[in-house]
């Protein structure tokens, strides 16, 4: 089974799932990278549930897979229901000014993209993210 590297990317419909979406294909698509995406909705009226999944690999990509190895939620809603699928050395990158996230399972990190009263609050499982090897790579996932 080849490597895989998994995005997923929620939020309101509306709030803008399909740009940043976009923006990782294209960059994977220049590397000379495969990728398979699925855009999940509930509703295209506006405030519907949207959850896209973008999985690449340097070898063609023949499903989804079952996890995540970066979640970007964009509202709560996003991280609770997903959360969970976060893979061992996988992280979550996330606003703490609007969203709230559980206790992470060990070995996932959060990662604070906001603010709270000027402050970070990182908060982590207990593995830690190292840099392997050469070229890009991301929780020792080499691309």
Known sequence: MSQTFAIGIGGAAGQGIATPGDIFAKIFSRR??????????????????????IRTSANEVMSLGDGIDLLIPL???TMD??????????????????IHPGTPADGRQLCVAGEQNGRHHP??????HTR?????SYGGRRF
Do not use: E, M, V
């Open 32 to 53: 000379g990278l495969h990728l398979n995406a699925y855009n999940a909705y509930q509703s295209i009226i506006r405030g519907g549930h949207t959850f896209l999944t």
């Open 123 to 128: 908060q982590q499982g207990r593995a830690k």
């Open 81 to 98: 229901r997903h959360l969970r699928l976060l893979t061992a050395g996988g992280a979550c990158i996330y606003n703490s000014d609007t």
């Open 75 to 77: 509202n709560q809603d």
């Open 132 to 136: 392997h090897g050469r070229g890009p």
